[in-house]
C-alpha cells in the first residue's frame, strides 16, 4: 500500500487520499484533482476523469525495468467514447511513456475516461493536476560537493532563486567580506535522497519516485540541512556517511515526492584518503569539498564555519576586506569601467577565486579522472601557509577560468593579472578544461566544464 507520508507534501487542502477498496469489479474508478492514486489496473481498466478546463493526467509505473513490456495508458476528452484504448478514436490519445514516467495535458469540458491495457500486476500511480504534471523529470540535476573514502556530499536541485540586489550609487556598499548566514527558505521545497552502488543497476529500472523510492538506499543520512550556496537558490544539502571505498555511486532526488531529479554519479576515495570535508562557509558560500586538514574535532565528521580554523578564515577575510576597500577607491556605481560589469560583479569573482586559491582542494590519485589538473603539494600549501604541515597530498589545482572571470570582472587599475596559458599557468591552475586555450594544454578545452555528471571534476572552480 501507498505509505502515506509521500501524500503528506501536497497542501494540506490537496491531502485527499482515495481510498482505493472500491470493491465492486465493474465500478469504474473515479479520478480527482491533485490526487495521486496507487494502482493496479481495475477490472474493467478504466478510471473516470472530472470535468475541467484544463488537466495534466501523470502516470509513473512502480515496478520493472525499462526494458521490461509496459501497459499502455489511453485517455480521451471525448463524452461519447467510455473506453478508450489502442482502437483509437477521436480525442483518444495515448500518454507515451519514457522510462516510466507519461504526462498528457489537455481540456475535460465533459470529464474523460483513462484506459489502461496489457497492465497485469504491475503497479502504477495516476496523478491529476491543474497546474503541471505531478509526476515528472525535473530537469535540472543534484549536484555532487565531493566525496571521502566513506562520506558524501550531496545538493539538492536549487528552489526559491535569489535575485541579486546590487548597491547602488551614492550608497555603494558592497558585500561584507564574512555575510551573515542568511535565514533559511520558510517554506523549503521537499526533497529525498536516494543513494545505491552503481552495481545495482538504478538506472536499468523504472526511472521514477515510486520505484526507486522501492530501493534500500545506502549509507546513512548523517546531515541534512538546507543553505544558499549562490543566486540559483536554496538546496537541501546531505552529508552521506557509511560508504564504501572507491566505489561507484548513483544518486537520485527525489522532490516534492514524484517528481525525479537524476541521476547523477560519484565515486568514493580509496581508504588511504585523509582530507575532511568542509562546507557552508558564509565567506565561501559555494565551497563543499575535501581539504588538507586533520580529522575535526569529535564528534564533528566535517568542517563548516564553527570549526574552521581561525589561521584560515582569518587572512582570507583580511585579503577580501583589503580587496573591497581597494575596490571602491573607485567611484562605484557613479562611473563605470566596463558597460557589462560593476564593482559587485568584480566582487563575487574575487571571493570565487580567493575561495578556490586560499582553500586547496584534495584529490585522490587513484580515482580521479586521468585528465584531472592534480598537483602533489606538501603542507603547507604553498599558497596558503595556514594549512597545517603534515602529510603530503595530490591537489586538485584552481581552473584558471576563476582567474580569468576576476580579471574580466575588475577594473584595470586594481591590477589583477592572471598566468597565461601558454607560459606559466598550468604550473598553478587547471588550464584549458572549461574554456579551450589558444594553445592546446593539460585539460584540451574538450569538457567545457569543471566537472561532469559521473563524478569526474578536473580543476577547482571554487564552486
Ligand atoms: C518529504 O518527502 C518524503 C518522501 O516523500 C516524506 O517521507 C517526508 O515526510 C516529506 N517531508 C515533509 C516535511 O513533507
Ligand atoms: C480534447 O483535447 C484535444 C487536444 O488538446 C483538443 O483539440 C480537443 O478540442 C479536446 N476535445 C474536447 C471535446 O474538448
Ligand atoms: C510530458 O510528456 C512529454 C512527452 O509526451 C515529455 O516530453 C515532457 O517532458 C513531459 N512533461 C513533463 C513535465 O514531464
Ligand atoms: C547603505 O546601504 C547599506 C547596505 O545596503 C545599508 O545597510 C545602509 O543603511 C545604507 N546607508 C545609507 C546611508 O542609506
Ligand atoms: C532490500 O534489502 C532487503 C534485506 O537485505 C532485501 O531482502 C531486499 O530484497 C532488498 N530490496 C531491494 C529492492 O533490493
Ligand atoms: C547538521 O548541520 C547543521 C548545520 O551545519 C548543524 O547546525 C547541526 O548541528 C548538524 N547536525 C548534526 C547532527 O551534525
Ligand atoms: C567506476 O566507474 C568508472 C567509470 O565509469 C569505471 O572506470 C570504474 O571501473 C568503476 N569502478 C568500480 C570500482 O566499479
Ligand atoms: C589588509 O590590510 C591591512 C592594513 O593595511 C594589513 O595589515 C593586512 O596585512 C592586509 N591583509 C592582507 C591579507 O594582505
Not at 42 to 69: E, H, K, M, R
Not at 204 to 209: E, L, P, V
Not at 261 to 269: D, E, N
Amino acid at each position: 500500500m501507498f505509505p502515506p507520508d509521500r501524500l503528506s507534501v501536497l497542501p494540506a487542502t490537496l491531502l485527499l487520499l482515495l481510498n482505493a477498496a472500491i470493491s465492486e469489479a465493474q465500478t469504474r474508478k473515479s479520478l480527482s484533482i491533485d490526487w495521486v492514486i496507487p494502482e493496479q489496473a481495475p477490472n474493467p481498466p478504466y478510471f473516470t476523469i472530472p470535468t475541467a478546463t484544463q488537466l495534466a493526467v501523470s502516470v509513473a509505473l512502480c515496478s520493472g525495468t525499462t526494458d521490461t513490456p509496459i501497459p499502455r495508458f489511453f485517455v480521451t476528452n471525448s463524452s461519447s467514447d467510455a473506453s478508450p484504448g489502442s482502437g483509437g478514436g477521436d480525442n483518444v490519445f495515448e500518454i507515451v511513456l519514457n522510462q516510466g514516467h507519461g504526462n498528457w495535458t489537455g481540456t475535460f469540458p465533459s470529464g474523460g475516461v483513462l484506459g489502461v491495457e496489457n497492465a497485469g500486476q504491475l503497479p502504477f500511480e495516476i496523478g491529476l493536476s491543474d497546474g503541471i504534471p505531478i509526476h515528472e523529470v525535473v530537469s535540472t540535476l543534484p549536484l555532487l560537493g565531493d566525496t571521502t573514502a566513506t562520506q558524501a556530499l550531496l545538493f539538492s536541485p536549487p528552489f526559491s532563486p535569489q535575485t541579486q540586489q546590487d548597491p547602488t550609487y551614492p550608497n555603494y556598499t558592497l558585500a561584507e567580506a564574512n555575510p551573515s548566514t542568511p535565514a533559511a527558505s520558510s517554506n523549503p521545497t521537499n526533497y529525498s535522497l536516494i543513494v545505491s552502488p552503481t552495481s545495482n543497476s538504478l538506472t536499468s529500472m523504472q526511472q521514477t519516485a515510486c520505484m526507486l523510492f522501492k530501493q534500500n538506499s545506502t549509507g546513512i543520512v548523517a546531515n541534512e540541512s538546507l543553505w544558499l550556496r549562490d543566486s540559483s537558490g536554496w538546496r537541501t544539502e546531505w552529508l552521506m556517511t557509511g560508504l564504501t571505498p572507491k566505489t561507484n555511486y548513483t544518486a537520485y532526488v527525489v522532490q516534492s515526492s514524484y517528481k525525479v531529479a537524476g541521476p547523477i554519479y560519484f565515486t568514493t576515495k580509496s581508504s588511504t584518503f585523509s582530507c575532511p570535508l568542509v562546507s557552508r562557509l558564509p565567506f565561501c558560500p559555494s565551497i563543499a569539498y575535501a581539504m588538507p586538514l586533520p580529522a575535526p574535532p569529535s564528534p564533528q565528521t566535517m568542517y563548516d564555519s564553527s570549526n574552521l580554523p581561525e589561521a584560515i578564515v582569518a587572512p582570507l577575510l583580511s585579503s577580501l576586506t583589503n580587496f573591497t576597500t581597494t575596490l571602491t577607491t573607485f567611484a562605484c556605481g557613479r562611473d563605470f569601467y566596463s558597460p557589462l560589469v560593476s564593482c559587485a560583479d568584480c566582487q563575487r569573482a574575487y571571493r570565487t577565486w580567493l575561495c578556490a586559491i586560499s582553500l586547496p582542494r584534495c584529490a585522490d590519485p587513484e580515482t580521479a579522472s586521468s585528465s584531472a589538473a592534480l598537483l602533489a603539494s606538501q603542507a603547507p600549501n604553498a599558497r596558503n601557509k595556514a594549512f597545517p604541515t603534515g602529510n603530503e597530498y595530490t591537489q586538485l589545482m584552481p581552473c584558471l577560468e576563476t582567474c580569468t572571470a576576476t580579471d574580466r570582472a575588475c577594473p584595470n587599475f586594481l591590477g589583477f593579472r592572471c598566468p597565461l596559458p601558454r607560459f606559466n599557468a598550468a604550473q598553478s591552475y587547471g588550464v584549458g578544461y572549461i574554456d579551450s586555450p589558444v594553445e592546446g594544454v593539460q585539460g584540451e578545452g574538450s569538457t567545457g566544464a569543471w566537472s561532469d555528471k559521473y563524478g569526474n571534476v578536473w580543476c577547482n572552480s571554487g564552486q
